[in-house]
């Protein structure tokens, strides 16, 4: 058990590019999660995968916002055309698939966007 | 309406003091769990306890302890005999669902403790 995994730690990008972001979740863990953190905040609920499929959006996840979980293993997520708005840390968290599972959160990457 | 409340924004404290942080939630729902979790400065959110709602035993875990009461719909927190270790943002959350989707987040303690 390696953890959670997040790439990259840090991601400064000027308004308007697109960006991407890696999470390996720890391997047994079925379930995978997209939080998005501003400070003095808890996290936000963006989306969440069981195996490959994504289950749910949240409605702050705007169309600029993607995710995928290709081979319910790692998952990315994409944010095209940055506004500074979106500037904030995004956690990664995982869990397995039973009631009340904690979720293990990965370092996060944080966000500027200029 | 399901919300967690954490009533105390920031917490100060010296070494080796106790503190108590508190967590009181609100749910219609007869099963749900309750966790805490630490955010240190590094930023990485630990989990530290689950409880679920048929389970209201206390427990400790070293310098920790979690006192579940129902009848007040309560879930705090102690640390005893406090270290700058402990020094972190403290966040209570409520499942109802039972899967995180619908994770309900208190908005953190922020604790410190000062040599």
């Known amino acids: 058990d390696t953890g959670v995994s997040q790439d990259p730690r840090h991601k400064i990008t000027k308004r308007g590019q697109n960006v991407t972001f890696r999470c390996d979740p720890i391997s047994e863990h079925n379930r995978l999660y997209w939080y998005r953190q501003t400070l003095g905040q808890g996290p936000e609920f963006l989306t969440y995968f069981q195996n490959e499929a994504q289950l749910e959006k949240s409605r702050l996840l705007s169309d600029r916002f993607s995710a995928e979980r290709p081979k319910g293993s790692f998952s990315t997520l994409e944010i095209q055309r940055t506004e500074q708005g979106d500037s904030a840390m995004y956690l990664c968290a995982s869990s397995s698939t039973g009631a009340g599972s904690p979720l293990h959160f990965g370092n996060g990457t944080r966000l500027t966007v200029t | 309406a399901q919300k967690v409340t954490q009533a105390q924004t920031e917490i100060s404290v010296v070494e080796k003091e106790d503190v108590t942080l508190d967590c009181v939630y609100e749910?219609?729902?007869?099963?749900?769990?309750l966790f805490w979790y630490k955010q240190p400065p590094s930023g990485e959110l630990v989990f530290l306890i689950r409880r679920n709602s048929f389970d209201e035993q206390n427990e400790i875990s070293g310098r920790y302890s979690w006192n579940f009461q129902k009848s007040t719909s309560s879930f705090n927190f102690t640390i005893t005999a406090s270290q700058v270790v402990d020094s972190a943002v403290y966040f209570c959350a409520l499942d109802n669902a039972g899967n995180n989707r619908k994770l309900i987040w208190g908005l953190g303690t922020s604790l410190a403790v000062n040599p």
């Open positions: 749910t219609r729902d007869t099963t749900y769990y």
